[in-house]
């Protein structure tokens, strides 16, 4: 009896100490820790026969693909979707060709693939759906594959506020932006009333955003306002002629938020305003350097003047002039929107609780007295 007693006491004590075990692990499993992607510290890409593929989680969610054609034959792609989000669909992927040749490689942008979170880890598979223009094996064939990683410490529910006085972002590359015949820079912008401006050139004028340009130089090509009295938009080129200039008067007012564009296509600059192109002037010619022609700003110019008042989020720059259904595509999808798939992208800054380059070239920005407002 006595020993049946101490048996039976025995199995009481074991079982509880399992179940306290078991709920252990499930806790711990719930909070990540023997989640395979708990231990993933940098993004990792695993499969896609046939593609050569890196990505990133950018704010909102959004999956960014840079997806290179490693097959003996030209691709199109079709659809990309995954586990998160069976709906995920390409950012404006009609909007460009989606045609790889061998060896040619795209940004592609995917909705609802990524944890919308700050400084969360994520693991989803993804399944690249492409065909062939071959009549007799067309396909479409899956390239599937699984991207892993966490996504950035930052909150990506705030915004990029300027001070107008000393507020910028200056973002080095390890090339030129941009040294082509054609070229797009867009920001979403709310225009603060009061002070702004300053430094050595062109004190009533506010600079944006501005591409190819050294410390302390000029930069090209530039999106600006003026807050002479005119609230005009301004985007301006150097090429044939330094400066080409494409101004156009009462475009803006302070306290709302707007979509300007710049674009540059070997025969006009023009400014574009929330999906209208408002005014184009006539150029022609490869864009200069000016500086060491390795350095981009947003906010101010070369960070010593021309500061802007107000904020700005959704920077971007792409190597080609888009079209008019492709400019007010962004505008029609509101400022969280990402680019463009299948584009010419050379950066994207969100500008949404840091200021990083979520375009694949990692030229991301460095902050120089900007706040960071819930958006």
């Not at 223009?133 to 390239?143: R, V, Y």
């Amino acid at each position: 009896m006595r020993n049946a007693q101490i048996s039976t006491e025995y199995l009481i004590v074991y079982a509880m100490a399992l179940a306290v075990i078991g709920g252990s692990i499930v806790i711990l499993f719930s909070l990540g820790i023997f989640n395979p992607s708990s231990y993933v510290s940098q993004n990792v890409v695993t499969g896609f026969g046939g593609l050569a593929v890196s990505q990133v989680c950018a704010p909102g969610g959004v999956l960014a693909l840079d997806i290179e054609n490693t097959n003996n034959y030209p691709i199109e792609i079709t659809s990309i979707n995954g586990t998160s989000s069976l709906n995920a669909s390409l950012i404006g992927g009609t909007l460009f060709s989606t045609v790889l040749q061998t060896g040619v490689s795209q940004l592609f942008f995917v909705t609802d693939l990524c944890p919308t979170g700050s400084n969360t880890r994520y693991s989803s598979t993804v399944n690249v759906t492409y065909i062939t223009g071959s009549n007799t094996n067309p396909g479409p064939f899956h390239s599937i594959g699984t991207v892993s990683g966490q996504t950035s410490s930052s909150n990506f529910n705030s915004i990029a506020s300027f001070n107008g006085v000393s507020s910028f972002v200056s973002i080095q590359s390890n090339k030129p932006l941009d040294t082509g015949n054609s070229a797009t820079i867009a920001a979403w912008v709310y225009w603060r009333p009061g002070a702004g401006g300053g430094g050595a050139c062109c004190n009533t004028r506010q600079e944006i955003f501005g591409l190819d340009s050294s410390p302390n130089s000029e930069v090209n090509p530039i999106l600006a306002i003026n807050d002479s009295g005119s609230q005009s938009v301004e985007s301006w080129v150097c090429a044939n002629q330094c400066w080409a200039e494409a101004r156009v008067a009462n475009a803006i007012s302070t306290g709302s938020w707007y979509l300007l564009v710049n674009t540059y296509n070997n025969s006009e600059v023009c400014t574009w305003v929330n999906g209208v192109k408002e005014i184009c002037s006539a150029e022609t010619g490869n864009l200069i350097l000016l500086g060491s022609g390795d350095y981009a700003y947003i906010g101010a110019r070369g960070g010593t003047g021309s500061f802007f008042n107000g904020f700005i989020m959704n920077a971007q720059a792409y190597v080609d002039a888009l079209s008019a259904a492709q400019i007010q595509y962004l505008y029609s999808e509101g400022r969280f929107s990402p680019p463009l798939s299948g584009s010419n992208l050379i950066g994207w800054w969100p500008l949404q609780g840091n200021a990083n380059d979520y375009s694949g070239y990692n030229n991301n920005g460095i902050t120089t007295n900007i706040q960071w407002v819930p958006s």
